[in-house]
């Protein structure tokens, strides 16, 4: 049965089918292990991904972006301002002007406003800018009911400017530019009268961006008028002059898109240390403007004045800093300022020859005290005040041609100073500074005349000077 072609038939069957399932199997293991083999791979190679993913990232040290001084602003600023004009007539017998009198004022407070724009060239910044300042002038010589020009009112100017990125926010800059003054007084008999006078102004300051949209400053401007006042059919000539020391502050709008071929600056003064000290001694020079004042009071002819003069000033300080907690500023210092101021009288004194200069002012020597505050590392702004000396001197001529017996001799008036700056760092041991100060005598010398004690004389000064100090 077991040759039997049937049974023979299906062994035959059952072997090819046990083969073919053999087959079957092999195959599929093969590629059960040919998708392990890819899985692991992949795997593998995710595995090595999420690794990258969770290694370290170095840490990018974003920079700040630098300061920049390009874009429009506006402020406000206030100060102190003197007056002055030369004053010049003529007579009904002379018909020639003389030219030895100069009235004016020093004011108490100068407000007024100012708007511009600025583009930043690098280190450079340049700009335009318009403002205006309420002077309050007063211009007196004899009197309300006899005085033609009496008062200014106003000082509106437009000027270009020009600065040096010292620090990427500090920048000193100069500017000049053309000025409108607006006077009055009294023409002829009592016809009241608004005149408007061409000028030109000059002026330095120091300016401080607190933030990138604030900005401080101390200035010092000079206005002259460029041509005189003339009045009464031309018998009355007056050429007015006008100093004043302010600080400002301004907003400044977001500054518009730079080029990026005029880069602004970003990069640190190479010569001022990251955490500069402002305790030190230092010593340096001083130059500006100084203005004196005469008050003087004669028991005939009453209230005189004041005189005034506006002159080139020089001088020296020395002192010493100390600061404290980070932020503040406390030192002392002496220095002596050279006005060189005289004051005239437009009448005179004597017949021949006739003596017009009355007195002068030599200098003015003070021991001061300092408080400031850092608004930034590099950039100090600053009160200061103590005793004073004026050194002043009645003119020997002018009072001996009124009482040949006088004789008179230099003065050394105590007075009070008090003034504020600002100033900034040009390197570790260098600094520069703006400030304006103003001084007056505590008390008046009195001379004889024809009568016993029959002038009052009281000086004061103002002064707005530039300061290069070497600190140590």
Known sequence: MLDHPIYASSQHYLAARSRHSTEKRSQARGRIAAFGLALTTLLAG???GRAADLAPVPQVQI???????????????????DAFTHYDYSTLFSGA?????RIGRINGAAPGGYAGFNYQFGAVVLGIEGDAT?????????????????????????????????????MVYGRVGYSRIQL??????????????PGTQTGVGIEHLITNNFALRVEGTYTKSDSDLALNQGFDHYRPSFFQVTVGLAFKLDPLPHSTALPVISWANPFISPDPRWTSVYGGGLLGVGAGQVSRYDRTFGLMGPYSDLRFAKGFLGGGDIQFLNYFVVGAAIDTIWTNSTFDDDVGAGLNPVVHRFAHIDRVSAVTG??????????????????????????????????????????????????????TL???????????????????????????????????????????????
């Open 46 to 48: 995710a595995g090595q």
């Open 426 to 472: 040009l390197a570790d041991h260098v600094a520069l500074r703006i400030e304006g100060l103003y001084t007056r005598a505590n008390h008046s010398v009195v001379i004889d005349g024809l009568q016993p004690l029959q002038t009052s004389l009281q000086p004061s000064t103002m002064t707005g000077a530039v300061g290069l100090v070497v600190k140590y």
């Open 63 to 81: 920079a700040p972006a630098a300061p920049d001084w390009t874009g429009f602003y506006l402020g406000a600023h206030m100060g102190l301002a």
């Open 97 to 101: 002007l003389n030219n030895h009198t």
């Open 184 to 197: 009055a007084g009294i023409e002829g008999f009592g016809t009241y009268f608004h005149h408007t006078l």
């Open 370 to 423: 300092r408080l400031g505050y850092l608004v930034s590392p590099t950039v100090l702004i600053y009160g200061k005040g103590g005793p004073a000396q004026i050194r002043f001197v009645p003119e020997q001529a002018y009072f001996a041609a009124i009482n040949p017996s006088v004789r008179t001799s230099g003065h050394d008036f105590s007075a009070v100073q008090g003034g504020l700056g600002m100033e």
């Open 134 to 170: 309420f002077t309050n002038g007063m211009f007196r010589l004899n009197g309300a009911s006899v005085d033609f020009l009496q008062t200014s009112n106003l000082i509106s100017t437009v000027s270009g400017r020009a600065g040096l990125v010292v620090t990427p926010d500090t």
